[in-house]
């Protein structure tokens, strides 16, 4: 504690002489799973809090530094027998950023958003102070800061709340036939107490998976634990698509996977994302030999830092959009006609009441009061012509609104300022940032717009021909070489993360 408060200190004598200069910042941390354009503006660099400092047993709780990643928490918890009850899927997503972002996961549809499992923060205001915040202490901090993007303050310790693990979660999987099929048993599901995870995964119109998951120290010996760590392992994605694929089997099928191996099911391959990678280069074959040869690289922490280094955000939807469980069938319905992308993630949420940055969804009409949410996960290509790219997203950000839906603001975003703020408080985040004199820091606003006009201006030959193929791509294999190289040197567990999955 005394090495961190030495940091917390530094900080804060950091911000506060940007503060008197009225100079505003932004947070460094190290690394990030935005896939906004970065902004070039003064930074202020939080990268070394990074460690666990106290797990209490008997309270159940973690208390942990801004920059702990989720291998390196669940490690830490799994020791004392206990798992932190919202964990991303990402092993490379932090707490920090769960906090300040909207990390919403398969548990969330009992738990809600990650913020939601935080007793309380300590943060750096804008002007240097150090304050703590929770439910009892500075509340309309505690709330607002959470999914805020870092714009109120600093945070630079968390107090998490856990649950008892147990070793194995026992996977069932459910063939659905119709986009209609999934979304009821996704919701139906959500219902039965007995389950401790529900997501959902569509391949096609006709090909839906819903997979329950439920902790368990109980498996058939006859029974091998299934993995998806390893190189030879199969994409979870592949995995469950073919568990699935015909009408063959009469019952569900069913897995008993190690705890953290389920937790970080979707790790390799980004989900279905690093598919994209093979299809770019399209001499490499994907297959299970070239999967493996790759291995390194298909992991989600080296394709974020590929896609920043490619600089190809532009060119690829990936998005998180939040819906009402009546509208979600037409959402699907358009983008498969508009994008025709697919699969899709399907993700329940548990209902948020506002104010807040977080996906927060009401049904249009007279009835305002918040609902259960069903997150879409629409993650492929888009076109390489940027006004065209950005009118698949407006059109897409316009679907969204009129089905009374919204994203998750780790994404593009092509709202107007007045567009971004009919759709949030804007009357009670400015009064946050009065109150807690943050009126120097971007908005959420500033942080998440694409500045389109500046990007189409990039028109030199030079950045034309990084941009183009190969060399975008070759680019950003170079920039998930040097993240490779760096991971290992900073956080060690990185590289033990196949060893604690299988322990």
């Not at 959470?146 to 303050?153: D, I, N, Q, R």
């Not at 099911?265 to 399209?282: K, S």
């Not at 600089?311 to 699907?332: H, K, M, T, V």
């Amino acid at each position: 504690m005394d090495k961190h408060e030495g940091a917390a200190k530094a900080i804060a004598m950091a911000v506060r002489q940007l503060y008197r200069r009225r100079e505003s910042y932004r947070i460094f941390h190290g690394s990030t799973n935005s896939t906004r354009p970065a902004h070039k503006d003064k930074v202020i660099n939080i990268s070394a809090l990074s460690n666990v400092l106290k797990i209490d047993p008997v309270a159940q709780s973690i208390l942990v530094e801004p920059n702990v990643p989720m291998d390196k928490l669940v490690q830490a918890t799994l020791r004392h027998g206990l798992i932190p009850p919202v964990v991303m899927e990402f092993p490379g997503i932090t707490v920090g950023g769960g906090y300040a972002g909207s990390a919403g996961e398969s548990s969330s549809f009992r738990y809600g958003y990650f913020d939601q499992t935080v007793n309380w923060v300590e943060i750096v205001l804008a002007n240097g102070d150090i304050v703590k915040a929770s439910k009892s202490e500075n509340p309309a901090l505690f709330q607002g800061a959470a999914g805020a993007l870092g714009t109120l303050g600093i945070t630079t310790l968390i107090e998490l709340q856990l649950i008892p693990a147990k070793k194995l979660v026992k996977t069932t999987y459910y063939r659905t036939k119709s986009v209609k099929d999934v979304i009821e048993l996704l919701h139906k599901e959500t219902e039965n107490p007995l389950n401790d995870y529900v997501d959902g995964i569509l391949f096609s119109k006709d090909h839906g998976v819903v997979i329950i998951g439920k902790l368990t120290d109980d498996k058939p010996e006859s029974v091998r634990q299934q993995t998806f760590s390893g190189a030879w392992d199969p994409w979870f994605y592949q995995y469950a698509q073919q568990r699935t694929e015909s009408g063959a089997q009469k019952a569900p099928a069913v897995d008993y996977i190690p705890t953290a191996e389920y937790l970080f099911r979707y790790d390799r391959g980004g989900f279905w994302v690093g598919l994209e990678a093979f299809r770019y280069f399209g001499f490499v074959p994907f297959n299970r030999l070239t999967r493996w040869f790759l291995n390194d690289f298909m992991h989600t922490r080296m394709l974020y830092r590929a896609l920043h280094g490619s600089n190809r955000s532009f060119g690829f939807i990936i998005q998180d959009l939040s819906l009402p469980y009546p509208n979600a069938e037409e959402f699907i319905g358009y983008s498969a006609d508009d994008l025709n992308i697919w699969p899709l993630w399907l993700c329940p949420l548990r209902e948020i009441q506002p104010p807040t940055f977080h996906p927060s969804t009401t049904i249009p009409g007279p009835d305002s009061s918040p609902k259960p949410m069903l997150n879409i996960g629409l993650w492929g290509r888009g076109s390489y012509d940027v006004q065209t790219f950005v009118s698949q997203n407006r059109r897409l950000e316009n679907k969204l609104a009129e089905l009374g839906g919204r994203k998750v603001l780790y994404s593009h975003t092509y709202y107007t300022e007045k567009e971004f703020w009919a759709f949030y408080d804007k009357e009670w985040y400015q009064n946050l940032r009065e109150r807690y004199w943050a009126t120097t820091l971007p908005t959420v606003f500033d942080k998440v717009k694409v500045d389109i006009e500046n990007f189409s201006q990039r028109t030199s030959r030079l950045h034309w021909l990084v941009s183009s193929w190969p060399f975008a791509g070759i680019l950003g294999i170079r920039s998930a070489i040097r993240s490779r190289d760096y991971l290992l040197h900073r956080h060690p567990s990185w590289k033990d993360s196949v060893t604690l999955r299988k322990k």
